[in-house]
């Protein structure tokens, strides 16, 4: 029950806490809109607020108390108006604070210390499949160069760190206290929709403006479709970067300053305002990744989508940890979508690409017999796979779809995955790949006229593949030693099929057998026969020798080992044909129409086999 | 056949096809139905969304839960579709003519629809804006007896809502949309040079120059009815297709203010004469298309039946709240209709807010499934390039 003397004071604070109030009425007065309350002089916000929680009291005591005189309904309705003003001024002040200290977050050094946050080796490094592609009617290089490359050390993202959220203050501390005093009020009187309202206003704001110095660019789906992939991985590489800043310490910063402002008034209120400022900020950031995850499936797509794979589970947990409201369902389950879809593509891109090997339709055979361009690209695009094995052999969960042994279909290679118990289905795939890319060669072996040439070509490419494969330790140890043995074992055997090819019959030449009359030793060597023997096998070696030393080895030890196994058959052959048959040569006439060359000067031609020179 | 026959009824061509094929199998007939029912089943749902507002329970037309259906319509018909595409005997089928041309359009007019989609997600946090704008004057003018302060708040928040309304709908309508920047340095800001305070634009997640009206113009290229020979097989269901999805983003661009709509009611839809569903789209176009009329007069905002109702009782009130701070007293009766105004509004927000959600989560659905089927086509796509045999 209120005395006299009490409700006199309580009036006469109630009085001055109206004045102050109403002086400072924007609508109302000149020096109401002048200048601002906070900010300038402590006392004078220290000094409003107190008014304010005056006005504040009286209203919630004029409720309680109905049998008190003093409050009649103009009375309330007056009290109303008051606590209107207020919250209007106070809007005002919670707007102007935010807005002086809202300041684009310094970008640069964000970016310097967010990337100093991984321990990153350097395990990639950038690849340039090498210069003679094949014609246009390729399936799988395009262009002229095909680049397959991933991102410097830097920002490669496929380290495992763990979650480095790193909070930055968005805000002096005094201006914090500052929006938290008035916010307190506000909301005591029932104007939280308002200041929800300022607050996300602002700050959404600022958010735009650090994306766009983060260089986050608004992309339709329809304008990704239609870029360049070329142009699309910088763009992907850049958007790793930037999404790292947002999740990690722009959003993260955002919900630190709600969290701080609205602490005392309950989490659903800092959540909202948080939602507010960051959720179309989000949307459009994410809406990036998808637009990426659904973009046709190609080859060379494969490893860019393998990054921002990475990247984006690397700072999932964050996401997780920064909306972890049920109002921002919708972000997480986003965020989780893409993960999908980019785990569907990549599985999508490497069957794409099995298939794409397998189809490869160049004809146009390879001068020299040398390597082929399908070779190195799958070589060097499976070497990168098996660098990025952490992250595949997790992605890739079935065999390669191919016929069984029996399939009986002639258009696909067969393979039985029993006997290759125990490899991870990555292993599988990329033991796949080189049976099809063999399996691809072949028939292109077959558009040689030479069949010595086509051997010598299966040789070759079979080779580089083992190379390859021995170069790479993560490769070799997928493939497995079997296989390679099994690959070791198919180019030795071109190779010797290459020599049968070759030279059985111009060794043939140097045979005993046709050249004795009458079967015994020391008479009757047909000289005419004789003859014929050295002219044949002197234009046959010639023919041999101009053609190839046009094909290639382009391996330096592959090349000498098959010359020097040339030069073993064919050396003492040789030697010991002339050490029989030269005086019969050289009894008649024009011996050196005959015998043409020494064994030392075959020798030296041999040396010209395989270098490739050019036609003369 | 001459073409002309193909301009009779929908039994009649049927019939015509039967004739010309004198020994059917088994799943050609099976395809025909499925290709029959789809289209019925088309018609029907049409119908549906067409049915007069007298009927109870129905949705108003562009009203949250009509959008609902209709997005409902295009799930249902999109499954069908499907279903239709995926049991095509011969997969090779879509290498050759006329699908060869038919299904990269397609695709590509999905590719379009997806980014109307996510436009009108953001546009939907516009009006998820106006909303809670909305519920700051409910909650104002719930309090009795109305006071000064309530009717001064009521009009602060009315006046945000007004300009929210219209400055989006003017960037909308804009050519280009400009971008807004708040002076950091400003300080102080007196109510009465009150600019509104969301200065976010729709057009903010969007890039600049894309236009929704433009996108939807695009996806009507080449949007004509398959004919002759074309008209069987998978040809006529990706045409019925194509023009359910153009119709659906065109209906959800009118209804929710998103970026650029210039030139929205120019679009034509190509409805053909002998589709027996051709008369509910036209009705529908129709109808919304006088909407469409009466906004550009009256300069309101999106054609959704909740903003409308929005704007109406916007209007309304802020003439109550100026008759209140300029004329002091009001009358009872005055104050009983405003607080039936705000009931309303009241019970506008609550359809908004139990609407908007599921509404912006059916979008996405919608985007899921327009990603899917494209996904799955692309695919095939490439699968027709595997079978030819590789050279020996």
Same mark, same amino acid.
């Given at each position: ?60 005591s ?33 707007r102007?604070?935010?807005? !002086?200290?809202t ?13 100093s ?20 009617d390729?399936? !799988? ?18 380290y ?24 307190m009020?506000? !909301?005591?009187?029932?104007?939280l929709? $308002?200041? #929800? ?42 958007? !790793? ?50 637009a ?33 409201s ?23 891109? +490497?069957? $794409?690409?099995?298939?794409? &090997? ?5 004809? &146009? ?19 990168? #796979?098996?660098?990025y ?30 006997e ?15 049976? &099809? ?5 072949d ?8 069949? %010595? ?11 580089y ?44 030449c ?7 009359? /009458?079967?015994?030793f /020391?008479?009757?060597? %047909?000289?005419?026969?004789?003859? @014929? ?15 190839? %030393? ?7 030890q ?8 040339i030069?073993?058959?064919? +050396? ?30 075959? @020798? ?6 395989? $270098? ?5 | ?11 009649g ?5 039967? *004739? ?46 009509w ?11 999109e ?9 095509? *005997? ?26 109307v989609?996510?436009?009108v ?24 007896p ?70 939807i113009?695009?996806?009507?290229? *080449? ?5 002759g ?32 709509r ?9 409805a ?21 009329k ?10 959704l ?46 359809r ?34 595997k ?6």
């Amino acid at each position: 029950m209120e005395t006299p003397e009490n409700s006199n004071k309580d009036n006469s604070g109630y009085e001055s806490a109206e004045k102050i109030i109403l002086r400072w009425d924007s609508t109302a007065s000149e020096e109401g809109r002048e200048r601002m309350i906070f900010g300038t002089d402590r006392q004078e916000a220290d000094v409003y607020l107190q008014a304010v929680d005056e006005i504040q009291r009286s209203l919630s005591s004029a409720s309680i108390s109905d049998c008190s005189h003093n409050v009649d309904a103009d009375n309330q309705s007056k009290v109303n108006t008051t606590i209107q003003i207020a919250m209007a001024r106070l809007e005002d002040e919670f707007r102007n604070i935010l807005i !002086i200290h809202t300041s684009a977050l310094e970008i640069d050094s964000l970016f310097d210390s967010s990337t100093s946050f991984s321990s990153s080796t350097p395990t990639h490094h950038d690849l340039e499949v090498d210069e003679d592609c094949i014609s246009d009617d390729s399936g !799988i290089s395009r262009n002229n160069l095909l680049q397959l490359h991933h991102c410097e050390s830097s920002d490669s993202s496929t380290y495992r760190t763990s979650s480095s959220i790193r909070e930055v203050d968005l805000m002096p501390a005094e201006a914090i206290c500052d929006l938290q005093a008035i916010a307190m009020r506000m !909301i005591a009187a029932g104007y939280l929709r $308002e200041c #929800i309202q300022v607050y996300g206003s602002v700050r959404k704001s600022s958010v735009d403006s650090s994306f766009r110095k983060l260089g986050i660019e608004k992309l339709s789906i329809g304008d990704v479709q239609r870029l360049e992939w070329e142009a699309l991985e910088g763009k992907i590489r850049r958007w !790793i970067r930037a999404a790292r800043v947002c999740v990690r310490i722009l959003f993260a910063s955002e919900k630190k300053l709600c969290e701080q402002i609205f602490d005392c008034v309950g989490t659903d209120i800092d959540d909202a305002c948080f939602m507010e400022t960051v959720k179309g900020p989000a949307i459009q950031l994410f809406n990036f990744a998808e637009a990426i995850s659904i973009s046709r499936r190609s080859p060379e797509k494969l490893f860019k989508i393998l990054d921002l794979y990475d990247a984006l589970m690397e700072f999932l947990p964050d996401i997780e940890a920064v909306f972890d409201s049920k109002s921002s369902d919708s972000i997480r389950v986003q965020a989780a979508e893409i993960l999908s879809r980019l785990a569907e593509a990549a599985r999508g891109i +490497l069957s $794409e690409f099995e298939n794409a &090997v397998l189809r490869e339709p160049s004809r &146009v055979p390879v001068p020299g017999g040398t390597i082929h361009p399908l070779t190195r690209y799958v070589m060097n695009y499976i070497s990168l #796979i098996s660098d990025y094995k952490q992250t595949l052999i997790e992605l890739i969960m079935s065999k390669p779809s191919t016929g069984s042994r029996y399939s009986g279909d002639p258009s696909t290679p067969d393979m039985e995955f029993t006997e290759l118990e125990g490899k991870t289905p990555l292993a599988l795939h990329l033991i796949w790949i080189i049976v &099809v890319l063999q399996f691809n060669l072949d028939g292109k072996s077959k558009h040689y006229r030479d069949v %010595s040439l086509a051997h010598l070509f299966m040789m070759n490419n079979v080779h580089y593949i083992v190379q390859k494969v021995k170069g790479s330790p993560e490769l070799r140890e997928m493939i497995g030693d079997d296989c390679l043995r099994k690959l070791t074992g198919k180019f030795r055997q071109a190779a010797t099929s290459y020599q049968r090819a070759t030279w059985v019959s111009v060794l043939y030449c140097l045979r005993d057998e046709g050249l004795h009359v /009458s079967g015994s030793f /020391s008479s009757g060597v %047909s000289k005419t026969a004789l003859r @014929e023997r050295f002219k044949t096998f002197n234009a046959m070696f010639e023919e041999v020798h101009r053609t190839q %030393s046009m094909w290639l080895i382009p391996d330096g030890q592959l090349r000498e080992e098959l010359r020097i196994s040339i030069s073993e058959k064919l +050396l003492p052959a040789y030697r010991s044909f002339l050490g029989r048959f030269r005086s019969h040569i050289e009894s008649g006439k024009h011996p050196e129409n005959y015998i043409k060359y020494s064994a030392e000067d075959l @020798e030296t031609a041999v040396l010209d086999f395989f $270098e490739g020179y050019p036609a003369s | 056949m001459p073409a002309t026959d193909y301009q009779a009824s929908f039994l009649g061509r049927i019939s015509i096809r039967r *004739n010309q094929v004198i020994a059917m199998d088994g799943n050609h007939e099976q395809e025909l139905q499925d290709l029959e029912l789809f289209s019925k089943h088309v018609s029907e749902r049409f119908a549906e969304l067409l049915s007069s507002p007298d009927d109870v329970p129905f949705d108003a037309l562009l009203s949250i839960s009509w959008l609902r259906k209709l997005l409902d319509f295009f799930l249902c018909c999109e499954a069908e579709f499907k279903g239709i595409l995926m049991m095509g *005997n011969d997969p090779s089928q879509i290498s050759k003519p006329p699908l060869d041309r038919l299904i990269p359009e397609f695709l590509d007019r999905s590719v379009k629809a997806l980014d109307v989609c996510n436009a009108v997600t953001t546009g939907l946090e516009s009006v998820r804006h106006y909303q809670k704008l909305a519920e700051i004057v409910v909650s104002a003018l719930e309090q009795k007896p109305i006071g000064d302060g309530q009717s001064r708040r009521a009009k602060k928040a009315l006046t945000s809502l007004m300009s929210a309304m219209n400055v989006d709908d003017k960037e909308c309508s804009a050519a280009k949309a400009t971008e807004r920047s708040w002076s950091f340095s400003r300080r102080g800001v007196s109510s009465k040079d009150r600019v509104p305070e969301h200065f976010r634009s729709v057009s903010n997640q969007v890039a600049k120059n894309w236009s929704a009206a433009k996108q939807i113009q695009a996806m009507t290229n *080449n949007l004509v009815p398959p004919r002759g020979a074309d008209g069987s097989g998978l040809a006529s269901p990706v045409y019925t297709m194509s023009v359910i999805m153009v119709f659906v983003m065109w209906a959800l661009v009118a209804a929710i203010p998103c970026q650029e709509r210039n030139g929205l009611l120019a679009i034509h839809f190509p409805a053909p004469k002998q589709v027996n569903w051709a008369q509910s789209i036209i009705g529908l176009h129709e109808k919304i298309g006088e909407e469409w009329k009466k906004k550009e007069k009256k300069g309101t905002a999106g054609l959704l039946d909740e903003m409308q109702k929005m704007e109406k009782l916007g209007n309304i009130l802020m003439d109550f709240t100026d008759s209140f701070q300029f004329h002091g007293d009001i009358t009872d009766q005055k104050a009983e209709e405003a607080a039936a105004h705000a009931a309303e509004l009241a019970e506008t927000c609550q359809r908004m807010e139990e609407g908007l959600l599921p509404l912006q989560m059916q979008i996405r659905e919608v985007f899921h499934r327009i990603v899917k089927t494209r996904t799955e086509l692309l695919n095939a796509l490439d699968q027709v390039g595997k079978s030819s045999p590789p050279l020996l």
